[in-house]
T-cell receptor, first 117, second 113 residues
């Protein structure tokens, strides 16, 4: 299957700082990537759809000025959590859309554990 | 929008037995149904998927069935092994509408040796 990486895997930061998370498709090009947030023992909640070369599309209730998404190339999308607060502590996971038609699917990265003190 | 319900939330089985997880979806336009396995502290791993033009799909010990009329789909794991212990998520999407996945609540599966 297709491989998606994330960096960093873990980050601890102080309240008020900004944190950038990278998502890369290693062996394929992805025009579309997705960002999810997962709280402990809960399901994945879609935050936004990241499209290469255009603005991200955010889900209802997700602050676009707080969660900045940049999809600068066909293999890289970044999520920046600005002015992070303890309530932003969560597991952030990206996925990349692979294939077309009957092969269209999503592969996920390993996730980034964010802890805001 | 789409709503996906998943049952049970926890499932404990004896090694070698079968496990079945069921999901229902609300949007009849959904046509893509993947299943993901998530181990503790890791990202979800795609284990099998099915599209609306197929009623059943099998890959070794894993099978998925889809009933479009009833809007439900199920994951079947046979001959379970301890390494099958994980959280399993079903999802649904409309591929032509950007393939945005809506996930079920997850099922925590424990396979007892």
């Amino acid at each position: 299957g297709a491989v998606v990486s994330q960096h960093p895997s873990r980050v601890i930061c102080k309240s008020g700082t900004s944190v950038k998370i990278e998502c890369r498709s290693l062996d394929f090009q992805a025009t579309t990537m997705f960002w999810y947030r997962q709280f402990p023992k809960q399901s994945l909640m879609l935050m936004a759809t990241s499209n290469e070369g255009s603005k991200a599309t955010y889900e209802q209730g997700v602050e676009k000025d707080k969660f900045l998404i940049n999809h600068a190339s066909l293999t890289l999308s970044t999520l920046t959590v600005t002015s992070a607060h303890p309530e932003d502590s969560s597991f952030y996971i990206c996925s990349a859309r692979w294939g077309q038609g009957i092969t269209d699917t999503q592969y996920f990265g390993p996730g980034t554990r964010l802890t805001v003190l | 929008g789409e709503n996906v319900e998943q049952h049970p939330s926890t499932l404990s089985v004896q090694e070698g037995d079968s496990a079945v997880i069921k999901c229902t979806y609300s949007d009849s336009a959904s046509n893509y149904f993947p299943w993901y396995k998530q181990e503790l502290g890791k990202g979800p791993q795609l284990i099998i998927d099915i599209r609306s033009n197929v009623g059943e799909k099998k890959d070794q010990r894993i099978a998925v069935t889809l009933n479009k009329t009833a809007k439900h789909f199920s994951l079947h794991i046979t001959e379970t092994q301890p390494e099958d212990s994980a959280v399993y998520f079903c999802a649904a999407s409309i591929q032509a509408a950007g393939n945005k996945l809506t996930f079920g609540g997850g099922t925590r599966v424990l396979v007892k040796p």
